[in-house]
């Protein structure tokens, strides 16, 4: 259980296109998906925080305007880097927070995609 | 606010040996979760390990253990009997108070097991 798919796994853009990376809860429901980023050999660097039905809300130094990050439901959260450059490359790994059901308490453990690694040309 | 520190770039291992990875933290909540995650070089993050801050006993996954020594707010990461499939970041990260904060992570270790 408590699986995430991201995909795709990997996509190349030209300069100045825009590119979509959908993370989806397969087995259960998250009230709450994060964005990351991950450049090579570094930690991950959280972008943004978003829920579902609501807008997302952006770590500082995070442009809006260039990562456009939906979460229409409950399973699925989509990040667009617009109008691309090769300073966007990178990696891109979303998580989950399931939505809970029941009184037991919750340990905050997150359930990751697999990742995104975009190179723009 | 809160910091965690990985102070080890890399490690060594051989097969079969016991390796500590190293993870310390700061914090002002009262209550936090400590957590392990392992990325192979395919980049997905893998959850091994959780422990509270009021968990009487250290945490233990098969393998994993957790070392956890809340007055010198450390929470190491033992792996027990080295396999080469452990080869990979580890990253140590917590979360606050409550179950609903954000992670915060640190910048991870790299270990490598060698036959």
Not at chain 1, 71 to 84: C, D
């Amino acid at each position: 259980g408590a699986v995430v798919s991201q995909h795709p796994s990997w996509v190349i853009c030209k300069s100045g296109t825009s590119v979509k990376i959908e993370c989806r809860s397969l087995d259960f429901q998250a009230t709450t998906m994060f964005w990351y980023r991950q450049f090579p050999k570094q930690s991950l660097m959280l972008m943004a925080t978003s829920n579902e039905g609501s807008k997302a809300t952006y770590e500082q130094g995070v442009e809006k305007d260039k990562f456009l990050i939906n979460h229409a439901s409950l399973t699925l959260s989509t990040l667009t880097v617009t109008s691309a450059h090769p300073e966007d490359s990178s990696f891109y790994i979303c998580s989950a927070r399931p939505k809970l059901t029941s009184g037991r308490g919750y340990t905050g453990e997150l359930f990751f995609g697999e990742g995104s690694r975009l190179t723009v040309l | 606010a809160q910091k965690i520190t990985q102070t080890q770039p890399g490690m060594f291992v051989q097969e079969k040996e016991a390796v500590t990875l190293d993870c310390t933290y700061d914090t002002s909540d009262p209550s936090y979760g400590l957590f392990w995650y392992k990325q192979p070089s395919s980049g997905e993050m893998i959850f091994l390990i959780y422990q509270g801050s009021y968990d009487q006993q250290n945490a233990t996954e098969g393998r994993y253990s957790l070392n956890f020594q809340k007055a010198r707010k450390s929470a190491n990461l033992v792996i027990s009997a080295s396999q080469l499939g452990d080869s990979a970041m580890y990253f140590c990260a917590m979360r606050g108070v409550s179950g609903y904060s954000t992670l915060t992570f640190g910048k991870g270790t790299m270990l490598l097991v060698s036959p």
